[in-house]
């Protein structure tokens, strides 16, 4: 449906967008996902025909678009700042795109009504933006981009200006509304959680690159760097410089703080520096003296269902992701313990040299 094949996009002599090949397919709700300043506003606006693209091909349903101009591309985009017309109603805003191409009064008031059905704006038709809560605001502008029938619909950080009741709200809206119009949808946010809800394909900018796409699940089980691993997942995976040494047939881990691990079926991996990752979910606190290693207990934080344990120094915490009600104070004294199979290896570089085994 949607190709990018190597799209580069400079400011002058700063290249933002560093040659990246995505895919999209038709129906699919796409999520770009990254760090402020990782380049998803440009590429969307890129998308859109906003931005011009310096080097490399956009390709909508088989068709090179570079070149052809932004209305021309049946796309709609919905913006993180919705300007609504102040004084239009609910239904002037949403049928403005229809009333500027002359279509006829009827028609439009049908298509308005059909639109604020599907977004379950059909109370406030009459009322001004001003009379509205921010998701209700929200709905009308995405009204305005779907009235138009556009066959692939762009979001950028569309629910940032929302309070967190109404963006969980609004996830759950969205992903109804891509269901209903069975449109394709490219949607980017800086928040990991917002990417895994909604999404079928993750797709993970840094710094202009693609680091990672593919199915949420996947890139949570798999990822294959550093940056994608410590990205998706909250509270994020931990990561800590380990020595590699080789004991017959098994890898023998050591790190400085007092963790050692042995990692079995790990021969192809060399002796040296390398990176441990451990999610949060996969250390447990194991019976007195019988886990990988000791540690004093620093912060815990207790959020109900589950407790989040931090321990060791402030500069190298690690995290622990426990039962709400364990029973763990600043000060003890725990012992941990990681399966090596739950466990990720990466290089200096943060490439992974060896996934979990186990998920
Ligand atoms: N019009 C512009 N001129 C120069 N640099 C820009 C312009 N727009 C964006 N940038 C730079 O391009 C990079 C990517 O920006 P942007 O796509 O807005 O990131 P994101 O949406 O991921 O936060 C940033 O370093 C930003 O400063
Ligand atoms: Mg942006």
Aim: glycine fraction near 10%; hydrophobic fraction near 40%.
């Amino acid at each position: 449906m949607i190709n990018l094949k190597n799209v580069r996009k400079f400011y002058g002599s700063l290249e933002v967008i560093k040659g990246v090949d995505i895919t999209v397919n038709d129906g699919e709700f796409a999520v770009f996902v990254g760090p402020s300043g990782c380049g998803k506003s440009t590429l969307l606006r890129m998308i859109a025909g906003l931005e011009g693209i310096d080097d490399g091909d956009l390709i909508l349903n088989g068709q090179r678009i570079n070149d052809v101009p932004p209305d021309k591309r049946g796309i709609a985009m919905v913006f993180q700042s919705y300007a609504l017309y102040p004084h239009m109603t609910v239904a002037e805003n949403i049928g403005f795109s229809l009333s500027l191409k002359k279509v006829p009064e009827a028609e439009i008031r049908k298509q308005v009504e059909g639109v604020a059905e599907i977004l379950q704006l059909t109370d406030y038709l009459n009322r001004r933006p001003a009379a509205l809560s921010g998701g209700q605001r929200q709905r009308v502008a995405i009204g305005r981009a779907i009235i138009k029938k556009p066959s692939l619909i762009l979001f950028d950080e569309p629910l940032s200006n929302l309070d967190s009741a109404l963006r969980v709200q609004m996830r759950a809206e969205l992903q109804r509304l891509h269901r209903e119009l069975k449109a394709t949808v490219v949607y980017v946010t800086h928040d990991q959680v917002e990417a895994m809800t909604m999404a079928d394909r993750i797709v993970v900018l840094n710094k202009g690159t693609v680091a990672q796409q593919g199915a949420p699940m996947d890139l949570y089980h798999k990822p294959e760097n550093e940056f994608v691993a410590t990205f998706i997942g909250s509270p994020k995976m931990n990561v800590i410089p380990m020595t590699a040494t080789r004991q017959g047939g098994n890898l023998r881990l050591e790190s400085a703080i007092g963790l050692a691990m042995d990692m079995s079926g790990a021969a192809d991996i060399p002796q040296g520096e390398v990176r441990l990752g451990v999610r949060p979910e996969h250390l447990k606190i194991a019976a007195d003296g019988q886990g990988n290693f000791n540690a004093e207990v620093g912060i815990v934080e207790r959020l109900g269902v589950e407790t989040y344990i931090t321990v060791g120094t402030t500069k190298d915490p690690i995290v622990i992701r426990s039962d709400g009600d364990v029973a763990v104070r600043p000060g003890d004294r725990v012992s941990l313990s990681a399966d090596p199979a739950a466990c990720h290896l990466f290089d200096a570089s943060g490439r992974v040299i060896r996934p979990a085994q186990a998920s």
